[in-house]
């Protein structure tokens, strides 16, 4: 489950189709039907960096129209449908504008994308609208990847995205969840990990669906691993690693963490956040070079065959 795929690019990225797409659908669904204030002019840092769509929503709707969560919240499909709208309209290389691949992750995805018969699924956990992710992953070249576990689970495919139909996969996003809670700042990795719990639901029914297709019998779902840049990341899949024991683990399930230090946080502190491991229950790992380290696949659990390791090469 990789959500540390691309970073984005300075003021570029504050001005990007998809930061724009908040003030457009906050000024059209709850204002008068013009953009307000910018997200990172409305909202100091920690209030939209590492946060989710809907989270930056209600918070932007309260900073620029003085409307409490409460009264924003019943409506936060509407403005998921309005940012999608606005973005959707935008053409690929609008849209990628701003963003760029983390080094090493095209490679790296191809890499992955020829082990699916070892078992390896990718998908991708964010805080994004769905669609919005869609288009992006089109967009910076990630899909083109194949590693993106295709096709999505029916339930992603019950939601229509417009023009992005044919480019789902398997994945947790920020239009599956929002808990409306724009006060607890912990809520930023709180709502991500149940982004990571749907993403895990969706990648065991994936599983079951080709067990019954008679696909892989013997596969089981055993290695859940997180990649992310952010505290947020980090913090979310430790949230889904405690739940998981305090719940009992019945499927034993190793949840692991690959903290990728090549965006706007050091090793040192994702390290402090990931704490010590637990063998076989939280398994952290922090790579100064990110997925660029030639040990990020054996980081995540992912060990080629020989050939495999060649084309790699």
């Not at 300075?10 to 204002?31: D, I, M, N, Q």
């Amino acid at each position: 489950v990789k959500p540390g795929l691309v970073k984005g690019s300075g003021k570029a990225a504050e001005a990007s189709v998809h930061a724009r797409a908040f003030s457009h659908a906050v000024g059209t669904v709850l204002g008068n039907g013009v953009a307000v204030k910018p997200v990172a002019e409305a909202l100091p840092r920690p209030k939209y960096h590492g946060s989710t769509d809907g989270l930056i929503l209600l918070r932007l709707a309260k900073a620029e129209l003085g409307i409490e969560s409460s009264d924003s919240f019943p409506r936060l499909q509407e403005m998921f449908d309005s940012m999608y709208d606005f973005v959707s309209a935008m053409p690929d290389e609008e849209i990628a504008r701003g963003i760029l691949p983390l080094p090493g992750v095209v490679d790296k995805l191809t890499t992955l994308a020829r082990c699916k018969e070892q078992g390896v699924l990718c998908g991708l956990v964010t805080g994004n609208v769905e669609g919005i992710a869609r288009r992006k992953m089109r967009a910076v070249g990630i899909t083109a990847t194949g590693a993106l576990a295709a096709p999505p689970s029916l339930e992603q495919q019950q939601q229509d995205w417009a023009g992005a139909n044919d480019i789902g996969f398997l994945g947790g996003f920020g239009s599956d969840f929002c808990s409306g809670n724009i006060d607890n700042d912990e809520r930023n990795h709180l709502d991500r990990c149940e982004q990571i719990a749907i993403a895990v639901r969706r990648c065991k029914e994936y599983i079951s669906s080709q067990i019954n297709n008679n696909e892989n019998e013997n596969n089981k779902l055993s290695r859940v691993v997180h990649v992310g840049d952010a505290p947020a990341d980090i913090l979310a899949a430790k949230a889904y690693a405690d739940r998981l024991e305090q719940e009992g683990n019945s499927d034993d399930l190793v949840v692991g963490v690959v903290g990728v230090a090549t965006g706007s946080y050091p090793a040192d502190l994702l390290r402090e956040l990931a704490g010590e491991p637990r063998l076989g229950k939280w398994e952290p790992v922090v790579l100064q070079d990110g997925i660029a380290d030639p040990n990020f696949l054996s980081a995540c659990g992912v060990h080629l065959k020989k050939e495999e390791e060649e084309q790699e090469q």
